[in-house]
């Protein structure tokens, strides 16, 4: 995917930690392997006025605590060979003895680099790197360990792609080497998981805008993984859940406040079915709180961020609070647009992939929005090919915020991925008690290898059908026609106690 952008995230090198002495600890980023060279290596000169804390310099607009220096000089750069104006930030937290850094390639100057140097705050000061002054012990135990939370999750909730490189490749190699980061420390497994945006709008696809059945097996679905796995491994599996409710809620006809709602409702059902406790094992975040725009410290103002465009195609309720996670998102973390469009017409596989699943999805879901009433069927196609493209964007802008604020975090899809990483795709809706299909009569299953179609609660209703065991995936315009054709009926069982609603269809004889 495109990596080319002037954004914030775009002149990052690496984020790392060491301690006191300058011995790295950790190591992220895109010029992750370079930077570890460079730290070791004599042409380092940037090394001894990072170590120096007289000659640090703060500063003082942005940082005004102690915590935090700067360090600033002309230096060859590690990715490109050429003298460029390289900055080193680090932070120390009150609570840790590591001590946090960014290093970058600095081209942002004049009435952007206040912003700029929110977004190093927010990435020295948000990332999740607790963990990494603890030392990894790299023994016959952790490997065995991982080994096994591996068999587990592979058990669980992998996706097997059409692709598969788990087994061909080295992805279960990869999973396993991830594992081992927290199985040599004896911590908690972290996880990270882009998901449960809202329903889709589509009254084709979906029951409603509350989470139901489908929600709630994906939920149970997260909740027996993180129980398997303590069984072998006590300390668990931390699965965070950031959704991407608010990151394209305006390009799927979802009004703001209806993904505000659906956030509330999946936190009612977790803590229903599993209890309050379960906040610690599968948290819920949105942008709103990656962003940290809930603490009172936070001094980001609109003004503060470049101008930038975040385009609208069609009518939804927007909030404030979204509409500055959108601009916040895009500006800090967005991908060149050009670059997209021409990986897209060189037929690059994945860029092509997912856009024109993103082209499908949006034709479908957008058919009834009133946005398009009286429109052709051309003009529509051509709205939601303009949507899949603005929706490429900000997927990618996301994909690179999860990948800084969430550096060491195992990161897990929704998307058929070949499994090799740095993503690993899952199944929400188990294969083997969820069968997709396109026919009530004769139960043939859903079969696709579009990037997009792994199956969802969320663009999807879950029913069971008398006589037949387990549970059916499918859109609800299939029992809506079989209703209409006379093939079936359909009654509806409520909801409660954390358990979503759900049809159940009977065939008629």
């Known amino acids: 995917m495109v990596k080319s952008s002037p954004s914030p995230y775009h002149q990052i090198i690496a984020i790392y930690c060491r301690n006191a002495q300058g011995d790295l600890l950790a190591v992220s980023g895109p010029c992750k392997i370079a930077f570890q060279e460079y730290w070791v290596s004599p042409e380092n000169s940037l090394k001894p006025f990072i ?88 023994n016959r135990h952790a490997i065995s360990l991982a080994h096994h939370v591996t068999e587990v999750f592979s058990k669980q909730l992998r996706n097997i792609a059409h692709d598969d490189m788990w087994h061909i490749g080295y992805g279960k190699e990869a999973f396993e080497t991830s594992i081992m980061f927290y199985t ?44 398997e796995t303590k069984k072998i491994y006590p300390p668990g599996v931390e699965l965070s859940i950031v959704s991407d409710g608010h990151v394209f809620s305006d390009c799927i006809g979802a009004d703001d406040t209806i993904v505000d709602k659906y956030g509330e409702e999946l936190v009612e059902m977790r803590d229903k079915l599993f209890g309050v406790g379960a906040g610690k094992e599968i948290p819920f975040m949105g942008l709103y709180e990656m962003f940290r725009l809930d603490e009172q410290s936070t001094n980001l103002t609109q003004e503060v961020i470049p101008e930038t465009k975040v385009p609208v195609f069609i009518n939804t309720v927007h909030t404030a609070e979204a509409d500055l996670c959108r601009l916040i998102l895009v500006a800090s973390c967005g991908i060149d647009g050009e670059s997209l469009r021409a990986n897209i017409e060189k037929s690059d596989p994945a860029a092509l992939a997912l856009y024109r699943g993103f082209i499908r999805f949006m034709s479908e879901d957008l058919a009834f929005h009133p946005s398009m009433r009286g429109t052709s069927k051309s003009k529509q196609k051509k709205i939601a090919a303009k949507i899949a493209f603005e929706m490429l964007k900000r997927n990618q802008a996301y994909s690179n915020l999860i990948e800084v604020l969430f550096p060491f975090h195992i990161r897990l899809s929704i998307h058929a991925h070949r499994n090799d990483g740095p993503k690993f795709g899952i199944n929400l809706l188990g294969r083997s008690d969820c069968r997709t299909t396109i026919s009530l009569l004769d139960e043939i299953p859903e079969s696709s290898d579009e990037l997009l179609h792994i199956p969802t609660p969320w663009h999807n209703c879950v029913i069971r059908i008398v006589g037949k065991s387990g549970w059916f995936v499918v859109k609800l315009k299939i029992v809506m026609a079989g209703v209409m054709e006379g093939v079936c009926t359909m009654d509806y069982i409520g909801g409660m106690n954390g358990c979503g609603g759900y049809l159940v269809v009977t065939m008629a004889h």
């Open 184 to 227: 040599s420390r004896n911590a908690t497994i972290r996880m990270v998981l882009p998901a449960f945006p809202c329903k889709s709008t589509s009254p084709d696809k979906v029951l409603g805008t509350s989470p139901d059945k489908g929600e709630e097996l994906s939920l149970r679905r997260i909740h027996m993984f993180i129980q």
């Open 51 to 138: 170590l120096n804390s007289s000659t640090a310099v703060s500063t003082a607009a942005v940082f005004p605590a102690p915590e935090f220096s700067h360090i600033q000089r002309e230096a060859e750069s590690i990715s490109t060979s050429k003298t460029v104006l390289t900055s080193v930030y680090e932070y120390k937290s009150p609570s840790e003895s590591q001590i946090r850094g960014v290093m970058a390639e600095e081209c942002i100057v004049g009435s952007e680099k206040e912003f700029y140097w929110w977004f190093i705050k927010l990435i020295l000061t948000g990332s999740r790197l607790d963990l990494c002054e603890a030392q990894g012990t790299y």
